[in-house]
Structures are given as C-alpha cells and as structure tokens.
C-alpha cells in the first residue's frame, strides 16, 4: 500500500474517533456486529486461554475487552497503523502490550501462538489485494497455532462504494497455496463475510 493510501485509512479513524469516540463505531463497527465477529474467530480459532496472541489492526483493543470480559486470559500484543487509536487503547489497558506498527516498515521479530485480523482490511484503498497476501503471508510467519482472517464477502450484491469485498474461494486458493494446505473456512455465521483459520504448519499432519 502506498503511503497515500496508508494516509487515507489513518485519516479515516481519526475522523471516526472524533466522531464516535470510545465506541465500536470508531472503528467501523456496531455493537453487536463485533461481538459477534469476536465469536466467530474463536469458534473457529478454539480454545486460545493462556496463548500469546497478536491483534493485528487491533485498533483500540476491544478484542482484548471481548476476551477479558468472558474471563479469557491471554497474552495480548495489538499493533495498530493510527497512532491516535493506539494511545486509547493504552490509556485503557495499561497491563497490554500495545504498538503503533506499518509491518510494511516495521517487520516483526517475535512469534506469537496465534494472530487475529478482525475487519482490518475492509476499508477500499489502492493497492489493498497486494497488501492483504503480502501482510497475511509475513503474519504467518510469526504464527505458532495459526491465524485467524476475517473479511467481506464479494457475493454480497449490495456493496458500500466506501469498502472492500474479497472473493472467498480467491482467498481459500490464496491461503491453500501460500500458507498451509490445512485451512478451515466459515462463511455460514455472518451475511456476506467470512472467517478463515490457517493452522500452522508446525502444527499439521505429516503425510509421508
């Protein structure tokens, strides 16, 4: 993504910060939408008490509000591109490890069990699709368990010129090839979007 781009998107969150302030809104979402987003990523993540996980665009960390509300204890990493939703989130949890990071720039040097990306790559920008493989391959890379995808659904008929929709079978291929031949799949919990786990391969059966 280009740094025009990478402007567009931090401008984007401010503005919703601004507007909507400590809310799911800031962010994008309704209430009860990110809850249940935050669902199907466990249902289909399992069990994560006690890992070291990464919230990659965790924005202000209300995975980590999710996880601690329902008495989860993990490890929490966020990193986030916008400067302005990561000082919330510190301001919040204290007790959290929370990073403004550009993986672009910033590669990381540590692994973690598992990484979730919840609706982080749902906003239309330039050069978005490069972005995606290029960034999931990298994460994958730092994944123990694995890692947990979600995006917006291309068959969805009615799409928001504002956002960006991905064909899920381009990225059941995308991860099939790239990542891991073991990929779980979900596109049965939300209307129009899907979830994705790609265990890691330190973790797959061995076929000889």
């Known amino acids: 993504m280009d740094e025009l781009s990478k402007?567009?998107?931090i401008s984007f969150f401010d503005k919703q910060l601004s507007m909507y302030g400590d809310r799911p809104e800031a962010v994008r979402w309704t209430p009860g939408g990110q809850i249940l987003h935050y669902e199907c990523m466990l249902e289909i993540a399992g069990?994560?008490?006690?890992?070291?996980?990464?919230?990659?665009?965790?924005?202000?960390a209300d995975l980590y509000k999710f996880?601690?509300?329902?008495?989860?204890p993990v490890r929490y990493t966020g990193c986030d591109i916008n400067d302005k939703l990561i000082?919330?989130?510190?301001?919040k949890?204290?007790?959290?490890?929370?990073?403004?990071?550009?993986?672009?720039?910033?590669?990381?040097?540590?692994?973690?069990?598992?990484?979730f990306l919840c609706g982080?790559?749902?906003?239309?920008?330039?050069?978005?699709?490069?972005?995606?493989?290029n960034t999931l391959i990298e994460l994958f890379r730092h994944c123990r368990k694995g890692l947990v995808f979600n995006a917006l659904s291309a068959h969805n008929p009615r799409k928001d010129f504002e956002?960006?929709?991905?064909?899920?079978?381009d990225m059941f291929d995308f991860a099939v090839k790239?990542?891991?031949?073991?990929?779980?799949?979900?596109?049965?919990?939300i209307p129009y979007d899907f979830t994705m786990f790609v265990p890691s391969k330190r973790t797959g059966i061995q076929i000889e």
Do not use: W
């Not at 000082?87 to 301001?91: E, F, I, K, V």
């Not at 920008?125 to 490069?130: N, P």
């Not at 956002?163 to 079978?169: D, G, M, S």
């Not at 790239?178 to 919990?189: M, Q, Y």
């Open 7 to 9: 402007e567009y998107v």
């Open 67 to 72: 996880l601690r509300d329902r008495n989860i």
């Open 47 to 60: 069990d994560v008490e006690g890992m070291k996980i990464l919230d990659y665009g965790c924005g202000k």
């Open 178 to 189: 790239n990542l891991s031949p073991f990929v779980s799949f979900g596109h049965d919990r």
């Open 163 to 169: 956002l960006h929709y991905i064909n899920p079978q």
């Open 93 to 115: 949890y204290p007790e959290c490890d929370l990073r403004v990071l550009d993986i672009e720039k910033d590669p990381l040097i540590e692994d973690f069990d598992l990484v």
């Open 120 to 133: 982080v790559f749902n906003l239309k920008v330039q050069g978005i699709d490069d972005t995606i493989k």
């Open 87 to 91: 000082s919330l989130a510190r301001s």
